[in-house]
């Protein structure tokens, strides 16, 4: 268990609609990080919240956006679902600095019919 | 452009027998390098981190070796076990002022009885 929890463990919703992912971090970690990754393709860098604040983002579409709680969970929000958006969510959290570790979650297998 | 590249793509062994998996990234300037191991559907889980400065590192049967001059890393996988059927993944790092991880599309292996 590497402490990062993720819900829901599956989701599926039909296209046009929007869904909310979210993802505890690890115990006094300060960084989330998003990830997707499709069906046989390797993660791609969604964004990524320090502390409360976006730090930096990846290949993140305009109908996805995030944010980090001052409870330090963060919320991936996904919208005008598409088919092409299935595919398995990701969050890592690290404590903060490039050289820690990242701990990943389960993630979330999101189907998109 | 920074890139992971990773080879190979797939690979087969036999129960007990070694293996190397290899990675070249063009990532500079270039803070530090992980392996990691994801299981079919699960989040990747760290087996080892190594900075710029750092040419190998060993995490039980796992060890991973860092060529910062020629670019490349290597991770030997040593007396192979079914367990370790998984795809391995090199994500590199840009550098210490930055927190995005480039990830490697991963080596899928697979250990036969």
């Known amino acids: 268990d590497s402490g990062v929890t993720q819900t829901p463990k599956h989701l599926i919703t039909a296209t046009g609609q929007r869904v909310t992912l979210r993802c505890s971090p690890r115990s006094g970690d300060l960084s989330v990080y998003w990830y997707q990754q499709s069906l046989d393709q390797g993660l791609q860098f969604l964004i990524h919240?320090?502390?409360?604040?976006?730090?930096a983002k990846g290949n993140i579409l305009e109908r996805f956006s995030a944010q980090q709680f001052p409870d330090l969970h963060s919320e991936l929000n996904l919208s005008s679902l598409e088919l092409g958006d299935s595919a398995l969510y990701f969050c890592?959290?690290?404590?903060?600095?490039?050289?820690?570790?990242?701990?990943f979650g389960q993630g979330t297998r999101l189907t998109v019919v | 452009k920074n890139q992971v590249e990773q080879s190979p793509q797939s690979l087969i062994i036999l129960e007990g027998k070694n293996c190397t998996l290899q990675c070249n990234y063009t990532v500079s300037p270039f803070s530090n390098l992980r392996w990691y191991k994801q299981d079919t559907g699960r989040g990747p889980v760290s087996l080892t981190i190594?900075?710029?400065?750092?040419n190998t590192k060993s995490n039980g049967r796992y060890t991973a070796t860092l060529d910062a001059d020629t670019k490349q890393s290597s991770l030997h996988i040593t007396a192979s076990q079914l367990s370790d059927s998984a795809s391995y993944i090199c994500?590199?790092?840009?550098?210490?002022?930055?927190?995005?991880?480039?990830f490697g599309t991963g080596t899928r292996l697979k250990v036969l009885a």
């Open positions: 919240y320090y502390n409360g604040e976006e730090r």
């Open positions: 190594m900075t710029f400065s750092e």
């Open positions: 994500v590199v790092s840009p550098s210490s002022g930055t927190y995005k991880y480039i």
């Open positions: 890592a959290s690290t404590r903060g600095g490039g050289n820690t570790e990242a701990f």
